[in-house]
C-alpha cells in the first residue's frame, strides 16, 4: 500500500492543499480564495468557522478522493496565517471573529502599558523581541479592556492552526514558533508558557499545550473525518505559521538558510544557532526543537506594486486583456529601460506603516527627486527598489546579531519578476537561489507530516529530495557604487520626512 501526505495551508487570502508522496512527488493540488474583514481602521480579521474550518474541510474533501486506489494518507500536515487570536469557550466554539496578526494594529494602547509596566529592555530580553502588534499577549489584553464578556467566557486563548488542530483532533495545541508570537507570555529562552509578565494579561491555564511543528498532536477524529474525508485515526502534526512552512518548502531548514519570500509583502525567513534578543526583528522557534530563526516582515512590497499597476497602468491592463501581455511585464520593461538608481528617483515604500526593522505604523510612502524628465518606467524602478532597500536594512539588521548568511531562496509570487529578483540582489550584494517549482507552505506541512509518523528520517530530504533549483540570480558588482549611495539616502530621507509624514498620516482616514 501506497503512503501518502496530505498539506494544507489557510492563508491571508487563500487557502492550498497538496498530496504527495514521501519523496515529493506531488499527486494533486488544490486551492481556494477568500477576503478579510476590515470592520474600523486598524481592525482586521477573519471568519474562523467560515474561512479556516470550512475551506480546510473543502480542499481536504477534494484531495482525498484523488487517493489512488490502495494507497492511503497516513500523516496531515497544517499550517495557517500569522500568530492570530481566538478566543473559544469549553467546546471549542469561536466567541467572535479570529483577529488576525501584525496587519492588525488595534492593541498599540495595550503594548505601551506593557511596556510602561514591565519596561520594553526586560520585555525584549524574556521574548527575544519587542512587543509590537505581532504580539498575542498584547491582543488578549485588548479582549480584556474592550470585550469584557468574551474574555470573561474564553476557556482558551487561540491561534487559527490551533483551532484547525481541535477541530481535527480535539486538542487543544499550538506549535512553539507561533507561540513565541503571544509575547509576553512566552518564554523565549525555555520556549514554555511563562507567568512572569502574564498577571495582568491572562492565567496560563487558557493557553493550548506547545508542541512542536515536527511532531504529532493528535489523530483525525470520526467527527472529523466525516467532515474532511481523512481517514479516523490519521496522525496530525502540531501546524505552524505558513511564513515558517513556507521556508521550510524550499530547504530554509539549516542555520544560515534565507528565505526571501516575495508576496503582497515581503517575509524574510532566517535560521541562526546562537539567538540574540533584537528589538529589530522577531526572534522566534523554528519548527523543531532547539532551532531558532530572525524572521522579518515588511507591510507592502507586492501590494506596492499592485497598487501602482492599477492606479498608472490602466492601459497596460486594457493591452493585458487584448493581447495577453501582462501588465507586470510590461512594467518590468519599461523600467528596464530606466538605468540603476532609475535617474535620481527615490521611493519610501512605505504605503501602509512599515513593521520590521522600523516599527513604524505612520509611516508613509514617499517619491524624492521627481522631475518632468521621469518616465513612469523610472518611478517603477524607485518603487522596486525602494522595496528592495527596505529589504537591505532587514537583512542588515540580522547580520547585526552576529548572524552570518550567503545566499538566500526567493520564493513567491514575485519571484516570477526577474528584473525585481536582480536589484534586490544589486542591492543587498546576495545571491538568490531560485526553486524549480514553488509550491508554497502546504507543501512545508506535508514534508513536517512526513518527519512528525517517522516516514521521513531527515530534514535534509528537502533538500535533497524534494527541491531542485533552476538558477542562481547573482548581485552585479557594477551597480554597488550607486545602491550603497542611494541606501544611504534612504535611510536619511526616511529619518529626515518622518515628522512631515507622521503628521500627514493623521490627516487619512
Not at 14 to 30: E, F, H, M, N, Q
Not at 291 to 316: I, K, N, P, V
Not at 407 to 429: D, E, F, K, P
Amino acid at each position: 500500500m501506497g503512503d501518502l501526505l496530505l498539506g494544507i495551508d489557510i492563508g491571508t487570502y487563500s487557502s492550498k492543499g497538496v498530496l504527495c508522496r514521501p519523496d515529493g512527488t506531488i499527486l494533486a493540488d488544490a486551492q481556494t480564495q477568500h477576503k478579510i474583514s476590515i470592520p474600523r481602521i486598524g481592525y482586521v480579521e477573519q471568519d474562523a468557522e467560515s474561512i479556516w474550518w470550512t475551506e480546510f474541510c473543502q480542499i481536504a474533501r477534494q484531495l482525498t478522493e484523488d487517493v489512488p486506489q490502495g494507497e492511503r494518507i497516513i500523516g496531515v500536515g497544517v499550517s495557517t496565517i500569522g500568530a492570530c487570536l481566538l478566543p473559544v469557550d469549553s467546546r471549542g466554539n469561536p466567541l467572535r471573529p479570529g483577529i488576525l496578526y501584525g496587519i492588525d494594529t488595534r492593541s498599540g494602547d495595550q503594548i505601551e502599558s506593557l511596556e510602561d509596566r514591565y519596561g520594553r529592555c526586560n520585555l525584549i530580553d524574556f521574548c527575544g523581541s519587542r512587543l509590537t502588534s505581532q504580539s498575542i499577549g498584547a491582543k488578549i489584553l485588548w479582549l480584556k479592556e474592550n470585550e469584557p464578556d468574551n474574555y470573561q467566557d474564553a476557556a482558551k486563548f487561540l491561534a487559527a492552526s490551533s483551532y484547525i488542530i481541535y477541530r481535527l483532533t480535539g486538542e487543544f495545541v499550538i506549535d512553539a514558533h507561533t507561540a513565541s508570537e503571544f509575547h509576553p507570555l512566552f518564554n523565549i529562552k525555555t520556549c514554555c508558557w511563562d507567568g512572569r509578565y502574564a498577571e495582568h494579561i491572562t492565567s496560563l491555564d487558557k493557553l493550548p499545550a506547545i508542541g512542536w511543528g515536527d511532531e504529532i498532536a493528535g489523530y483525525i477524529t470520526k467527527w472529523a473525518s466525516e467532515a474532511t474525508g481523512i481517514p479516523e485515526g490519521t496522525p496530525v502534526n502540531y501546524g505552524t505559521i505558513d511564513a515558517l512552512s513556507e521556508a521550510v518548502s524550499v530547504g530554509v531548514v539549516d542555520v544560515g538558510d534565507l528565505m526571501i519570500m516575495y508576496g503582497s509583502t515581503t517575509c524574510l525567513v532566517f535560521h541562526v544557532h546562537h539567538p540574540v534578543p533584537t528589538e529589530e526583528l522577531w526572534l522566534e522557534t523554528g519548527f523543531s526543537k532547539g532551532q531558532y530563526e530572525y524572521t522579518a516582515g515588511m507591510s507592502t512590497s507586492g501590494s506596492a506594486t499592485t497598487w501602482f499597476r492599477d492606479c498608472f497602468g490602466q492601459d497596460l491592463l486594457e493591452d493585458e486583456k487584448r493581447t495577453g501581455m501582462k501588465a507586470y511585464a510590461a512594467l518590468a520593461e519599461e523600467a528596464g529601460d530606466s538605468p540603476s538608481g532609475s535617474n535620481g528617483l527615490l521611493v519610501l515604500p512605505y504605503l501602509s506603516g512599515e513593521r520590521t526593522p522600523i516599527f513604524d505604523q505612520k509611516a508613509r510612502g514617499v517619491l524624492a527627486g521627481f522631475s518632468l524628465n521621469h518616465t513612469r518606467g523610472d518611478i517603477y524602478r524607485a518603487v522596486l527598489e525602494g522595496i528592495s532597500f527596505a529589504t537591505r536594512m532587514n537583512l542588515e539588521a540580522m547580520q547585526n546579531t552576529g548572524a552570518r548568511m550567503t545566499h538566500g531562496i526567493a520564493v513567491g509570487g514575485g519571484a516570477s519578476n526577474r528584473l525585481w529578483l536582480q536589484i534586490v540582489s544589486n542591492v543587498t550584494g546576495i545571491p538568490q537561489e531560485l526553486p524549480e517549482e514553488t509550491i508554497g507552505a502546504c507543501y512545508g506541512d506535508a514534508f513536517l507530516a512526513g518527519l512528525g509518523v517517522g516516514i521521513i528520517k531527515d530534514k535534509h530530504a528537502i533538500k535533497e529530495q524534494w527541491v531542485k533549483i533552476k538558477g542562481v540570480v547573482e548581485p552585479i558588482d557594477k551597480t554597488k557604487p550607486t545602491y550603497d549611495k542611494l541606501y544611504g539616502l534612504f535611510r536619511e530621507l526616511y529619518l529626515g520626512s518622518q515628522s512631515v509624514v507622521h503628521q500627514l498620516s493623521e490627516m487619512q482616514r
